[in-house]
């Protein structure tokens, strides 16, 4: 056998009220590409920072190459030889690659060097990357590259990925694997991090579960099937969910020729996007995160007003309406960003009962609220969406973020809305939870409703659309009907690996 | 190690009981500055605290002066308040006073000497709009060209002490003062006068709208939709406009609103304590007002409570002032104190405080 890379043995962290980790033991081999898999709040993040030295474990030991590692700083850890990948990146905008590469180095070259060790390392691990770009113009598949390269330059013996997968495209994503591939060939070990089991079935070589902060199973992944992979994700075997074939009614929502210039820099435009829903019908629109998603839900929600006749109801134009006309005209939305802009952090549930469903529930009479009717409204949600709390006047800050996510779904789908709009309706909720959203928006729509998914988990929008578009640098492309579609023309849909060929051959097919 | 750990959520016990213990470490470190400017801190802190209310000789005279103080102060503060919530912040409410009782006082001028009982409603009304009028410039500003509302309102109040001086001895002057600055005495002229309603108490028409106005925030706050948006718009500015609260809007009301509360403070202290327009009006009830609405928690009880301590502690440091020589600056110190106490505290309400290494947590 040969010897670990690391060693981890019985690491524990408690936070007040839960335990992040309990005993978590196991060990990464050179050159292994190791996947640690995990529900949202099963501990994985904690775990790596732990490695990462950002976070102190209670209890436990960790060895790197045989020496005790007990890094009291990310500077130690990368010292020590272990670099790592964030989910949310940390460059500058305004900065240019090679200025935000020198900007994460201990002792950086000078530009010229340095530029030239960028290239270098691009084109040795398939990464195509112009060091003298600007990182406001980069796509976000391109912005990681940004941070594996300077992860790279460190030549680090243990890379950590959080989540790398999640602002890809799936064409992206085979040159990333391209690039883990040749590493691990080199003798890098690889922490994977992610709960995307068919990824972690093509690239990885070993698998840690865990789940509540337990090293529940070790498997090799390849090995065996992703449902039992899943099963020993969640504790339970999950149920699709189910729809019946519905035939598309009326047309309720339509927006055509609708075009917004950033409000920022670097924000996203929108160019000129034309879609149409029918009652009934579950749009899905895919992207990479960026790409014009959040604008998008502005325009339709009311926050941002556009041009007459850019977004139709029935045919009438709402295009001048704020957010409480449209919501009375039954066009309701979930925004992605739950704390401070879908709920108010600080505000009890039942306050945040009546930020949206105030002018459909009838939720005040001559401006003064009742406060009674919000709270058992706010009640009723958390009951028929299974929201976690103990009683409606915590403060929404206080609920996890799956619980929030269930609420804040859930406040719409009891308003009984014409259209619904949802951004990103399952992020950061667990799988079983996830599920019954999903089930709850095909049954909105079962009812004749019309509803238009935003995300950027390609599973989840085939599993409920009836029609897929992609949005890509704020254009829309033409809907297709979900059925059918392939990884690979969903891929070229979301814009391919955004107009970059891989250095390495055939990555793109 | 100390260290600070975010609570899940606000502690209540700690909202409440800040303000209480800001106060105690206010008199202890009060206590020490008097004790070092060689008076008997005790002595000094009964003084401030005790004598104005309780005094065999001087209660008299200070305890109707507790609700003269504490009348504009809470009036302006709770005008701010609902500006304060909604992160909008007029710092300038003292030249909304000063603008306020020029023109409440110039209305009652121009009927002199007429008695008419509808010249006094007239001249609120006319303090009232003076005071918006004058909050509607960096409202306007701030909504027309994204001026920064706090420096606009600010600068405006040494543009109003200067309109102030300029109507003490110009346009308002009396002219039977014998060139003296400073205009007629309102206060003593039936028709234009807000008389103390009650003997001996200090109850006045402004002290009378002062409690109007906290039990109407209150309602306001607690029960309309309009507060529910001004907590929402101050709390999660993308909440609220996704909740169709409309910024400008609300900025324009909340500036108008202060503006209007703290014209109204001006003009019932030009046609009551203070009696005439002069030179030196304007003694700063505007920017104490700022630390009234923030020791109040921004809560309309609150403030009520914290603009009878704030009062008290005026009171109290002009008799410290008399009775033991204190310099007026070290009361200045030790109202400054008082916020500066607050203020820290105030993270305990969202923190924890932990001691000892990290493994605990």
């Known amino acids: 056998m040969s010897a670990a890379l690391l060693e981890i043995k019985g690491l524990t962290k408690a936070y007040p009220g839960v335990v992040a980790n309990d005993d978590v033991s ?157 590493l691990s060939s080199e003798g890098t070990a690889i922490l994977y991090i992610s709960h995307k089991l068919e990824e972690i079935r093509a690239l990885c070589d070993e698998a840690t579960i865990l789940r509540l902060g337990k090293v529940v199973a070790t498997c090799t992944p390849r090995d065996v099937s992703a449902a039992h992979m899943a099963e020993l994700m969640v504790g339970k075997s999950l149920a699709t969910p189910a729809r019946a074939a519905s035939d598309a009614g009326a047309v309720l929502l339509s927006v055509s020729a609708l075009s917004l210039s950033p409000a920022t820099p670097f924000g996203t435009p929108l160019r000129d996007i034309s879609f149409e829903v029918r009652a009934g019908e579950v749009l899905g629109i895919g992207g990479v995160a960026g790409n014009g998603q959040d604008e998008l839900l502005a325009t339709l929600s009311g926050e941002v007003k556009t041009g007459a006749g850019a977004v139709n109801l029935n045919g009438i ?82 609920l996890s973020g799956g619980n929030l996510q269930k609420f804040v779904i859930g406040r719409e789908i009891l308003q009984n809305p014409r259209v619904l709009i949802v951004n990103q309706p399952t992020w950061g909720v667990d799988a079983s939870a996830a599920a019954a959203i999903r089930q709850a928006l095909l049954d909105l729509a079962q009812g004749g409703a019309a509803v ?58 | 190690m100390i260290r600070l750990i975010k609570r899940p959520a606000p502690s209540p016990l700690w909202s409440l009981a800040t303000p209480v213990v800001a106060v105690i470490l206010t008199m202890i470190a009060g206590g020490i500055m008097f004790a070092a400017l060689g008076k008997d801190p005790f002595e000094a802190i009964r003084v401030i605290f005790w004598d104005p209310l309780f005094h065999e000789r001087f209660a008299s005279y200070s305890r109707p002066q507790l609700l ?28 909304q006073y000063i603008i306020g009782a020029i023109c409440g006082a110039g209305f009652g001028l121009a009927f002199y000497p007429s008695e008419n009982p509808l010249i006094f409603p007239g001249m609120v009304v006319a303090g009232a709009l003076g005071g918006w009028a004058w909050a509607m410039i960096p409202a306007i500003l701030k909504t027309r060209f994204r001026t920064n509302e706090i420096l606009v309102s600010l600068l405006l109040v040494y543009v109003a002490e200067a309109i102030l001086a300029t109507a003490a001895t110009g346009f308002l002057r009396n002219p039977e003062g ?27 028409w402004g002290v009378v709208a002062a409690f109007i106005a906290v039990i109407a925030a209150y309602v306001l706050l607690n029960r309309h939709i309009l507060g529910y948006q001004i907590k929402l718009a101050g709390q999660a500015p993308r909440a609220a406009r996704f909740a169709g609260v409309n910024p400008t809007r609300l900025i324009i009301l909340c500036l108008g609103v202060s503006g209007a509360l703290a014209g109204m403070a001006g003009l019932f202290e030009v046609s009551g304590p203070a009696g005439q327009i002069s030179i030196d009006f304007g003694v700063g009830y505007g920017f104490t007002a700022i630390i009234v609405a923030f020791l109040g928690r921004l809560h309309p009880v609150g403030i009520l409570l914290a603009g009878l301590l704030m009062a008290l502690t005026y009171i109290g440091g002009e008799l410290a002032q008399l009775m ?21 505290l105030d993270v305990l309400s969202n923190y924890r405080i932990t001691f000892g290494a990290e493994a605990k947590a």
Request: glycine share 10%.
């Open chain 1, 452 to 509: 238009v998914v935003i995300s950027q988990d390609l599973d989840e929008l085939l599993e409920v659309s009836d029609r897929f578009c992609a949005l890509n640098e704020g254009r829309l492309s033409e809907p297709r009907p979900a059925r059918g579609l392939t990884m690979e023309e969903i891929g070229l849909m979301l814009g391919g690996a955004h107009d970059l060929q891989s250095v390495e051959s055939g990555a793109v097919a």
């Open chain 2, 68 to 95: 003269i103080k504490a009348g504009p102060l809470i009036l302006i503060a709770i005008g701010l308040s609902l500006g304060f919530r909604a992160g909008i912040w007029n710092i300038g409410a003292e030249g």
């Open chain 1, 26 to 182: 196991f060990q990464i081999k050179p050159g292994e590409v190791h996947a640690l898999l995990g529900e949202n709040g099963a501990g994985k993040s904690t775990l790596v920072k732990m490695i990462y030295g950002l976070v102190r474990p209670d209890a436990g030991e960790m060895s790197l190459k045989g020496d005790g590692f007990a890094p009291l700083e990310p500077r130690a850890a990368r010292a020590a030889g272990v670099a790592m990948v964030f989910q949310h990146f940390s460059l500058f905008e305004a900065l240019n690659v090679a200025e935000n590469v020198a900007l994460g180095m201990e002792n950086p070259p000078k530009p010229r060097d340095l530029a030239k060790q960028i290239r270098d390392v691009s084109e040795t691990y398939g990464l195509p990357l112009d060091p003298d770009r600007l990182v406001g113009e980069l796509s976000a598949g391109e912005r990681q590259r940004v941070e594996i390269i300077r992860c790279l330059l460190q030549d680090p013996k243990l890379l950590i990925m959080d989540e790398p997968t999640s602002v890809l495209t799936p064409q992206e994503v085979d040159i990333l694997f391209q690039t883990l591939r040749k």
């Open chain 2, 178 to 204: 014998s060139g003296f600055p400073g205009s007629r005495n309102l206060a003593r002229h039936a028709g234009t006068d807000n008389p103390e309603l009650i003997a001996n108490t200090g109850m006045h």
């Open chain 2, 324 to 344: 033991l020589g204190v310099p007026a600056s070290a009361i200045q110190a030790f109202q400054g104190m008082l916020l500066f106490f607050l203020l820290a």
């Open chain 1, 317 to 398: 134009s709402i295009s001048g309406l704020g957010p409480n006309a449209r919501r009375k005209a039954g066009l309701l939305c979930a925004p992605e960003e739950r704390l401070g802009h879908a709920a108010a952090p600080d505000m009890s549930l039942t306050e945040n009962a009546v930020l949206t469903a105030r002018v459909r529930q009838g939720l005040d009479k001559k401006g003064f609220v009742n406060w009674a009717g919000a709270k058992s409204f706010a009640q009723q949600v958390i009951q028929q969406f299974d929201v976690r709390t103990p009683s409606a006047d915590v403060a929404a800050r206080a």
